[in-house]
């Protein structure tokens, strides 16, 4: 110990403690640690993630609880729920801290075949890079020592911040230099940054909200564009490649409105609404189009429609299931996850695909669409489903979204030839005769205004008049 501790103090004087293993003093820090490392002797284990928060975020095993640690679970489970893997991440981290935990236990009891190492953005500022590098290759080696079967797949740090960034400018050159190490450290070297950035090199909010840490739709970038090295490593076949797998179809969580309202505390509030009333006869389910609507629940900001929702909807039993920045994927992952569970609505009207546009092709959002309705009818088969095509979008007729929404809505009139599927276009009510939208009926020509909310709850009433009685007929909650 003596002598470990003299080591520990020439490092140190050395000016390069990301190399020098030290623990941290907090509780949870340490609650986790031991979590690891009981979970470790246990065994049966053949994938193992070391590295800080964005690793620990990623969810599996151990769960230690921290209200951040889903954020990644779908794709976790997708990817590696039958892979017996282990997550070794720990918010905050930096590398030294890895170190230590690596000599205290967390690989004790177990084979891997494969350790994902993806560490060192927590020491930018503190070290260099060449530093950093440093830290980093230490790990891999400690990774070698404690589990010798185990292969490394050393990750590069994933891009942070803005493309002119100081972190962003650090980052490269670490990675610059691990990739270099790699190469004579028989150590796998994979670099996915690009994936995670957009054409100009920044970092979109709907990947990673505050440019360091990813959200459901990261976690699923990083687990699509590893799993090839990955599945190779491992001598297993590949689940999915980049080409492969339409995002639109794969249900997952989201937080890209983290700053308007809490999209995990909104489900649960639906899941709460939906048991306090199973006799509910018309559900909404959508994105911030139909959320700003303001049917119950309804506790957000915004909420531009609440008038017209009061007017139409307020006695016919109508619930407002709609997301802010919802995509398919995300309203494929409310459904399986209660949303319509114990109620029989006699009408779904579905309005959803405008935030998939600039990430999909208008065929990848149709099927994503489509895999929406066949959970619907799975569900709730004697429902009617009033698709709607998705509203214009952009000032004038030439701009290019209202150019991608006519094709999109294209595609999805031809879902009107499913059972109990029916079609309706309302896009023309929203536009002046020249083809514009007004600031009137759309302020950012994409949310409706009060009297844009006026106009969809018009345009549909003579159909909902059909398959609910007219306007007014019912009672309330």
Not at 189 to 212: R, S, W, Y
Request: aromatic share 8%; charged share 25%; proline share 5%.
């Amino acid at each position: 110990m003596v002598l470990a501790f003299a080591a520990a103090v020439v490092l140190l004087q050395q000016g390069n403690d990301a190399i020098v293993p030290v623990s941290r003093s907090d509780a949870g820090w340490m609650n986790r640690h031991g979590a690891m490392v009981t979970r470790a002797m246990k065994g049966n284990v053949d994938l193992v993630f070391v590295g800080d928060s964005i690793t620990h975020a990623f969810g599996g095993e151990p769960d230690t609880g921290e209200n951040f640690a889903n954020r990644g679970m779908d794709t976790w489970n997708t990817f590696y729920g039958d892979r017996h893997a282990l997550n070794l991440g720990i918010s905050g981290d930096h590398t030294q801290h890895v170190l230590w935990r690596l000599d205290n236990g967390e690989l004790a009891g177990t084979k891997p075949k494969v350790a994902v190492v993806m560490i060192g953005t927590n020491n930018v500022g503190s070290n260099t890079p060449a530093q950093i590098a440093e830290g980093v290759e230490a790990v891999c080696a400690k990774v070698k020592q404690k589990a010798p079967s185990a292969k490394v797949l050393l990750l590069a740090i994933f891009p942070r911040g803005k493309a002119d960034s100081a972190e962003r400018k650090a980052v490269k050159e670490t990675n610059e230099l691990l990739a270099a190490w790699a190469k004579t450290a028989k150590t796998t070297f994979l670099d996915i940054g690009k994936v995670f950035l957009d054409a100009n090199g920044e970092i979109p909010t709907d990947v990673m909200p505050d440019q360091l840490h990813p959200f459901a739709f990261g976690y699923r970038k990083w687990a699509m564009a590893m799993e090839p090295t990955l599945a190779k490593m491992l001598g297993r076949k590949p689940k999915t490649t980049d080409s492969a797998l339409n995002s639109a179809l794969v249900p997952v969580t989201q937080n890209r409105d983290y700053q308007s309202y809490d999209w995990m505390n909104r489900h649960r509030a639906v899941l709460a609404e939906v048991k306090s009333h199973p006799k509910t006869d018309l559900v909404f389910m959508g994105d911030s189009i139909t959320h700003r609507f303001g049917g119950p629940p309804s506790n957000e900001n915004l909420l531009m429609g609440k008038a017209a929702w009061d007017e139409f909807y307020g006695k016919r039993n109508a619930l407002d299931l709609g997301f802010g920045w919802d995509r398919t994927e995300n309203v494929l992952w409310r459904i399986e996850n209660g949303e319509l569970n114990g109620i029989q609505p006699k009408v779904v009207v579905l309005n959803i695909g405008t935030n998939n546009l600039g990430l999909n092709t208008t065929e990848e959002i149709r099927a994503g669409v489509a895999a929406i309705i066949r959970e619907i009818r799975e569900r709730v088969p004697k429902t009617r489903i009033l698709l709607l095509g998705v509203f214009p979008r952009g000032q004038n007729p030439d701009d290019p979204m209202r150019i991608k929404v006519t094709a999109l809505n294209k595609q999805l009139a031809a879902l009107d030839k499913t059972p109990n599927v029916t079609y309706l276009d309302l896009g023309a009510k929203f536009l002046e005769p020249d083809g514009a939208i007004s600031a009137e009926v759309m302020n950012d020509y994409l949310h409706p205004t009060e009297k844009g909310y006026r106009i969809w709850a018009e345009g549909m009433e003579p159909t909902l008049s059909q398959w609910l009685g007219k306007l007014g007929i019912g009672p309330r909650f």
